[in-house]
């Protein structure tokens, strides 16, 4: 299937909402506030997003369901109409589970690196995603959730990093609890005392970073390196990926856009794991492809679990950094 011929049918699916013909999130609750708010964006019950293939060019329809109940949805009338008319090898449909955060209490890497562990004073611990330069201050890229606790941290807060390193948090960074869905988990902190890393976009061995970041437009094997699973390999499946909800805890749900969707390339180990959250995904030739925020405990061809990354474009221009390597 043709890109074009994708994103018509996503197109043709958010149409179905307007046409009612579909239970929303919150169902009659929504349904009541669209009569008051006639403008209010109704939400699919599910995800949606490119499905990547072997080559580039062909691609396919990924749905995502949260359980196994939301099946349902796809048995609805103006869902199954469309669904009927696709091959069944360009749909790819998936139950994905809770997806979470992927923060969590790791020991501090030693090191000052890409993949070092990082966290809030008053907070739980993640990855260091890697380094950037914001008006002339170098500093680390991670996750809002991680290094700001959701929404939580103000300019100044003390962050720690590996050996102890001190940083400053930056106020400025894309907030999660707020109307619009977002498309960018992340914030960037400051060096406290003048530390630099000898050689900001180390990876694995002798390998550096480049500069140009990949989206992927076929499947593609990536890597990343996790203060708490280490060095791993996955596989991209899915792009622009859009609805797809992640519980923050307290009751809020925050829904992400334009997501890429990796499965592990182990039948032994997950690709991502708690304590994970900010870390660089990046392809085999070393480009920067998203910072991994989110992962489910079930799923994929391995049956261990999907991962989540924000493209890393978006994650550069919401926080106004630039890729030091």
Request: proline share 5%; glycine share 12%; aromatic share 6%.
């Amino acid at each position: 299937m043709e890109l074009k011929s994708v994103y018509a049918l996503k197109a043709e699916i958010r149409d179905v909402l307007t046409k009612g013909d579909v239970l929303t999130k919150g169902n009659a609750v929504v349904t009541a506030l669209k009569k008051v708010f006639p403008s209010l964006p109704l939400q699919l019950p599910f995800a949606m997003g490119v499905r990547l293939r072997d080559k580039e060019g062909d691609y396919g329809l990924a749905i995502r369901l949260p359980h196994h109940g939301a099946w349902f949805h796809l048995m609805r009338p103006a869902f199954a109409k469309i669904l009927k008319r696709i091959p069944r090898k360009e749909l790819d449909v998936k139950v994905v589970g809770r997806v979470q955060f992927t923060g969590g209490n790791v020991p501090p890497h030693p090191a000052l690196r890409i993949g070092a562990s990082i966290r809030h004073s008053d907070g739980s611990a993640g990855t260091i995603g890697f380094f950037a330069e914001k008006n002339g201050k170098l500093g680390v890229v991670s996750c809002n959730h991680v290094i700001a606790r959701v929404d939580s941290g103000v300019a100044g807060d003390r962050l720690i990093g590996p050996g102890n390193i001190e940083l400053t948090l930056h106020g400025e960074y894309p907030k999660l609890l707020t109307p619009n869905d977002k498309v960018a988990d992340c914030a960037f902190a400051e060096f406290a005392n003048g530390e630099r890393p000898a050689v900001p976009g180390r990876l694995h061995g002798t390998a550096r970073l480049l500069k140009t970041p990949l989206l992927p437009q076929k499947e593609t094997l990536v890597r990343k390196i996790g203060s708490q699973t280490g060095s791993t390999s996955g596989r991209v499946l899915v792009t622009e990926l859009e609805n797809l909800d992640l519980d923050v805890g307290n009751g809020f749900t925050v829904t992400f856009d334009d997501v890429i969707e990796i499965e592990s390339a182990s039948t032994t180990q997950r690709f991502s794991n708690s304590g994970d959250s900010g870390s660089l995904v990046y392809s085999e030739d070393l480009r920067p492809v998203g910072l991994l925020f989110a992962g489910t405990a079930i799923g994929g061809t391995k049956k261990n679990g999907f991962s989540f990354a924000n493209r890393f474009e978006h994650v550069t221009a919401n926080l106004g950094v630039d890729l030091v390597v």
